[in-house]
């Protein structure tokens, strides 16, 4: 599956964003789909991931209550809204599919395939 990541930009503290990721390739809800960041200087880390069927739902502690992980099947896309932007929010976001489509994962090594990353930029 290729993934194709959109919607970064430059916001202020406080704003909001929404990232869309749309895979092509294979049944998209065969694919578990996960967002990631990586800001400079630090490693890749989770953000939030959804199951193939829209069932499970894992958010990072530091994003829980801004941000919203959604996907639309039928057009091969997950979103994730991200509300209530802060200065620590900018990095680079990734999106990431896997075949393990029946769970949500908080793990690099639970996904296969990986987008090109979107850069959000929030300045306070």
């Known amino acids: 599956v290729q993934l194709q990541a959109c919607g970064g930009g430059l916001v202020q503290d406080g704003d909001s964003l929404r990232l869309s990721c749309a895979a092509s390739?294979?049944?998209?809800?065969?694919?578990?789909m996960g967002w990631f960041r990586q800001a400079p200087g630090k490693e890749r880390e989770f953000v939030a991931a959804?199951?193939?069927?829209?069932?499970?739902?894992l958010y990072a502690d530091s994003v829980k209550g801004r941000f919203t992980i959604s996907r639309e099947n039928i057009e091969n896309t997950v979103y994730l809204q991200m509300n209530s932007l802060k200065a620590d929010d900018t990095a680079v976001y990734y999106c990431a599919a896997d075949e393990r489509w029946a769970t949500a994962s908080r793990m690099i090594s639970g996904y296969t395939y990986w987008g090109q990353g979107t850069q959000v930029t929030v300045s306070s």
């Open positions: 390739g294979s049944t998209f809800s065969y694919y578990r």
């Open positions: 959804i199951s193939g069927t829209d069932r499970y739902k």
